[in-house]
């Protein structure tokens, strides 16, 4: 029970953090949202670290470091899709396929999902050919291009997921804390190379900087909630954020979508929760 919980948590301060990211992305470049943000969670992480001691052995740092490469790729994806595509669609998308390694990896680890966990990831693959329709035509190839990188990136968050999960339980925070630091190096270096300026848009900061430390939190949460249950069960109640996201992007933005997107944006959500009930009955 303490798992679900947390993985519950987590997933509204996921969602809360991915609105924030999307939002100042919109106003300042992408590598800068992801490399100030990243740099506040870092600051925010450093000073978790004595709240949860652990051993800092080089399998912590290491898996750590490769988490932080798979999520900061898939972060400027998904920043960059929330920016340039509709809230209401990437994040689901993004958060079918987050879940979908989380499971494949229990699998493989010997977990064995119920019948209606594989009705949930049927459901999860015509939700996304359904938030994928969008026939205007000013939003025809930026709507394809943003559920496409919403798919990679989601990638990249399952990823971070099944990697953190290889870290040893003993070791605290500091998974997370390797995580960060290959993730602020790798942005700052993309943007370095492309000569991409880092500089965020005016009174863009405080929206950056919540963004990063939310994101950090839901971190420390789900670190926190996969040692204490299945990944599998604890990744797909993870990527429920996505109804925090669209409550956000509806009250805020007032974001409006066709009655098919809004159907596949349920069926999302749906498969999500169906997966994770199965998960919960293994």
Do not use: H
Request: glycine share 12%; aromatic share 6%; with cysteine.
């Amino acid at each position: 029970m303490t798992a679900v919980i947390l993985a519950t948590a987590c997933a509204v301060v996921y969602g809360t953090a991915d609105f924030f990211g999307g939002l100042a992305t919109r106003r300042s470049p992408v590598l800068a949202v992801v490399v100030l943000s990243q740099l506040a969670g870092l600051a925010l992480i450093a000073g978790m670290l004595p709240l949860l001691p652990g051993l800092a052995s080089g399998p912590a740092l290491l898996w750590g470091l490769a988490a932080g490469l798979a999520g900061a790729g898939g972060l400027v994806l998904f920043y960059r899709a929330l920016a340039t595509g509709v809230m209401s669609v990437v994040a689901p998308v993004a958060a079918v396929t987050s879940a979908a390694l989380p499971v494949l990896w229990g699998l493989a680890k010997g977990e064995r999902p119920q019948a209606l966990a594989m009705a949930g990831v049927v459901l999860a693959l015509g939700s996304v050919l359904l938030v994928s329709q969008d026939r205007s035509p000013a939003r025809r190839g930026g709507s394809r291009g943003s559920v496409l990188m919403a798919l990679t990136a989601g990638a990249g968050f399952g990823g971070f997921f099944v990697l953190l999960d290889l870290a040893p339980d003993d070791s605290g925070l500091w998974p997370l804390m390797g995580a960060r630091l290959s993730s602020v190096a790798a942005v700052a270096l993309v943007a370095l190379a492309t000569r991409r300026a880092l500089r965020p848009g005016s009174g863009a900061w405080r929206v950056i900087a919540a963004a990063g430390v939310l994101d950090m939190l839901a971190n420390v949460l789900y670190l926190l909630a996969q040692r204490q249950g299945l990944v599998s069960l604890v990744a797909v109640l993870v990527a429920l954020y996505p109804a925090s996201t669209l409550l956000l992007a509806r009250q805020v933005l007032g974001e409006r979508l066709r009655p098919i997107q809004v159907t596949g944006v349920t069926c999302a959500l749906a498969a999500v929760s169906l997966i994770a009930f199965a998960s919960s009955g293994t």
